[in-house]
């Protein structure tokens, strides 16, 4: 079965600032992996994700996220925050098996101040 | 435009009862998922329906029922069984139950019980 640890539960930065947040995820067969967003009170959106190819993928935002297959992580990070990035950050894995079953991680809270 | 609706916004449920929540999408997607969220747990899988008048558990179905009538509509029910159903309920579907598939969330339904 596939998990995906997020350890860090929430991550203050200050605006401007770059930021990293942390997924690792583990799985016996190639996985896919996602990046949702979730702003207060809201659904979830995706933000970018990684099916095959390339290991750097990025977002319309700013964001990117590095595939590393050897440290089974898929970090995501950006140079430059905004205030408008304060939401919580979700890191999903999924395998091709007849079923698409989504495993979230425990999500991270980005909280970005002035 | 299209999207996933769920209704109502806000629900509160009393003791022993039973309550339907609302799933509806125009996407005209074949698959269709119900999500528990909880502080700090991240999204759990409820039920899913990978196509009309069929569906399965996910990880957490009981205390739950569902039905796909319809391929729009996805409707929860929450037992009186489900004995801590205080939650943020999240529908969502794709195009079809692919591991490489997003998923387009719904803006929730929050549970609450008197």
């Known amino acids: 079965a596939q998990s995906v640890t997020q350890l860090d539960s929430q991550v203050p930065v200050f605006e401007e600032a770059p930021v990293e947040l942390r997924c690792n995820y583990s799985?016996?067969?190639?996985?896919?992996l996602f990046w949702y967003v979730q702003y207060p009170n809201q659904g979830l959106q995706l933000l970018l994700k990684?099916?095959?190819?390339?290991?750097l993928v990025e977002s319309i935002n700013g964001f990117e996220a590095e595939f590393n297959k050897s440290q089974t992580s898929f970090h995501l990070r950006k140079p430059s925050v905004h205030i408008s990035d304060t939401a919580e950050y979700f890191c999903?894995?999924?395998?091709?098996?007849?079923?698409?079953?989504?495993?979230f991680g425990t999500g991270t809270r980005l909280l970005v101040s002035p | 435009d299209g999207g996933i609706t769920q209704s109502p916004k806000y629900l509160f449920r009393k003791e022993g009862q039973n309550v339907t929540l609302s799933c509806e999408q125009n996407?005209?997607?074949?698959?269709m998922y119900w999500y528990r969220q909880d502080p700090g747990q991240g999204l759990r899988l409820i039920y899913y329906?990978?196509?009309?008048?069929?569906?399965q558990k996910g990880d957490i179905a009981e205390g739950y029922s569902v039905s796909r009538e319809k391929k729009e509509s996805f409707p929860l029910t929450v037992t009186s069984a489900q004995k801590n159903p205080t939650a943020f309920y999240l529908c969502?579907?794709?195009?079809?139950?692919?591991?490489?598939?997003?998923?387009?969330f719904g803006p929730g339904t929050r549970l609450l019980v008197l």
């Open positions: 799985s016996s067969v190639s996985v896919y």
């Open positions: 969502a579907s794709s195009i079809w139950p692919s591991g490489k598939e997003t998923q387009y």
């Open positions: 329906s990978q196509i009309v008048n069929d569906f």
């Open positions: 996407l005209n997607h074949d698959a």
């Open positions: 999903a894995v999924s395998v091709d098996t007849g079923f698409q079953k989504l495993v």
């Open positions: 990684y099916l095959s190819g390339s290991t």
